[in-house]
T-cell receptor, first 114, second 122 residues
Framework: LAKTTQPISMDSYEGQEVNITCSHNNIATNDYITWYQQFPSQGPRFIIQGYKTKVTNEVASLFIPADRKSSTLSLPRVSLSDTAVYYC???????????????FGQGTRLTINP | GAVVSQHPSRVICKSGTSVKIECRSL??????MFWYRQFPKQSLMLMAT?????????EQGVEKDKFLINHASLTLSTLTVTSAHPEDSSFYICSAREAFSAKGGRSTDTQYFGPGTRLTVL
């Protein structure tokens, strides 16, 4: 299982763009990169998933360089409600192998200030 | 779509009693579900993998006789904490895997998490 490394904490302000980078040097060919958001006393919420280049949805963008050894979650114009812990995970499954378990790192505690 | 529920959301019990937590995938079938435990200010720790119709696979250090897992259907997995003690007090979270085929024939999956169950053992 590929290990991930993220900053322990980050601070930003309302209206700013926040970029959280995750390192996964040992990512395997079949691995996808998935980001989750977790608020206190809640289960993690799926944000975005990607394999290469750029993926964008209604809440975030995910940038993945060609070597795939890192990825950056970009949150546009954050608000106070974006204060949470963000987890980057890598893993994959194939129809043959079945579901691969996810191993959570410590995540990044993002604090948005007024 | 991809909603996972847990019941109960919060439970308080006396030491020595057993507690059952249910995890349901509401709008998709999940052949595999996972159970995690999370202590305050810490990350999620995987406890076991629950496979529909077969025995669960436990992570190292997790007592299978204490944390009983049953995955009787494609939408329901249960975790029973037997003879609970105060040190079992924690936040228990389940996830369910939704599998799909991405472009180019590559198959992947996404795990969706339940809201969690706060267990307090007195």
């Amino acid at each position: 299982l590929a290990k991930t490394t993220q900053p322990i904490s980050m601070d930003s302000y309302e209206g700013q763009e926040v970029n959280i980078t995750c390192s996964h040097n040992n990512i395997a060919t079949n691995d996808y990169i998935t980001w989750y958001q977790q608020f206190p006393s809640q289960g993690p919420r799926f944000i975005i998933q990607g394999y290469k280049t750029k993926v964008t949805n209604e809440v975030a963008s995910l940038f993945i360089p060609a070597d795939r050894k890192s990825s950056t979650l970009s949150l546009p114009r954050v608000s106070l409600s974006d204060t949470a812990v963000y987890y980057c995970l890598v893993g994959a499954s194939t129809k043959i192998q079945g579901a691969q378990k996810l191993v959570f790192g410590q995540g990044t505690r993002l604090t948005i200030n007024p | 779509g991809a909603v996972v529920s847990q019941h109960p959301s919060r439970v308080i019990c006396k030491s020595g009693t057993s507690v059952k937590i249910e995890c349901r995938s509401l709008d998709f079938q999940a052949t595999t579900m996972f159970w995690y435990r999370q202590f305050p200010k810490q990350s999620l720790m995987l406890m076991a993998t629950s496979n529909e119709g077969s025995k669960a696979t436990y992570e190292q250090g997790v007592e299978k006789d204490k944390f009983l897992i049953n995955h009787a259907s494609l939408t329901l997995s249960t975790l029973t904490v037997t003879s609970a003690h105060p040190e079992d007090s924690s936040f228990y979270i389940c996830s369910a895997r939704e599998a799909f085929s991405a472009k180019g024939g590559r198959s992947t999956d996404t795990q969706y998490f339940g809201p969690g169950t706060r267990l307090t053992v007195l």
